[in-house]
Structures are given as C-alpha cells and as structure tokens.
C-alpha cells in the first residue's frame, strides 16, 4: 500500500472516530502533498512524500521553539501532538549507535580525515540516511566523528 493511500484511510478512521488532532494532522500533509502535485504537475513517490512530512516535522519543531521562548505551553503541546503523528508516517529513525557505526562506514567510503572534508560526508550521508536520519543528527555526528 502507497503511503498516500494509507494517509487516505487513516484519515477516513480519524474521521469515523472523531479524532480532530489526527484528522487535522493527516489533512495537512495532504495539503502539502496536493500544493507540490499541483504546482509541479506531477505524482508524488513515497519517496517525495516522506520528503514533505520530514519538512513538516521540521517546521513544527522550529514553531515549538518558539513558542517556548514565547511561554505558550496551549501552543506547544498543539504542534507537538501534530509532530508525534507525522512521525507514524516516517520510517523507523535510527538509534544514534546505529547512525555512528552508517557514519563511519560513509567516511571510510569517502575517505574523509578532517573536518574540512565535512561536505563530501554529509552529501553522501544526506542520500543514504534520508528519511531514516535527521540532517542536524547527520551534521552532529559528522562532527564528531571527523574532531
């Protein structure tokens, strides 16, 4: 099943169910999925859509950023529900063990030594490890890695 269709039917079950955070959640990744559909005439893989839902989280996490500062706690825990159910849709992330022993082996493979050689390491890593790693986790242990 496409993850588009599961977003359908998920959506349809939120709705039977009278769940409005799920509801409004799923709503608006649709809204991002038809907005690139429609703008760019062309179907969306599961690949673009985990694409858009990974931006979506990253907006939403800047937002509760901001809404700390500005100590709104009603506003966080809104954006902070929306994030809990994009990430049902995104694939499992990888434990930061996991993400250290796919970095070292990436920068083995492009022969990386210092921090200079950073952007070989993260072009590569940003490919391999997208949607199963976020880029600030990718960029952190990089960093790391390469000290």
Do not use: C, H, W
Request: hydrophobic fraction near 35%; charge should be neutral.
């Amino acid at each position: 099943m496409s993850l588009k269709q599961k977003l359908k039917d998920d959506l349809k079950l939120a709705m039977r169910e009278k769940n409005i955070v799920k509801r409004d959640s799923i709503r608006a990744i649709n809204t991002m999925i038809k907005q690139i559909e429609v703008d760019e005439r062309k179907e969306l893989s599961d690949e673009d859509v985990l694409k858009l839902i990974q931006k979506g989280i990253k907006q939403r996490e800047e937002s509760i950023a901001q809404y700390k500062e500005a100590s709104r706690d009603d506003l966080v825990a809104k954006e902070q529900e929306q994030v809990d159910i994009f990430k049902e849709y995104m694939p499992k992330q990888l434990s930061d063990e996991e993400l250290e022993s796919s970095m070292k082996e990436i920068i083995a493979e492009v022969g990386a030594t210092t921090v200079k050689d950073m952007g070989k390491v993260m072009g590569t890593a940003s490919k391999k490890l997208a949607g199963v790693a976020d880029g600030k986790r990718i960029n952190e242990m990089t960093k790391k890695l390469l000290a």
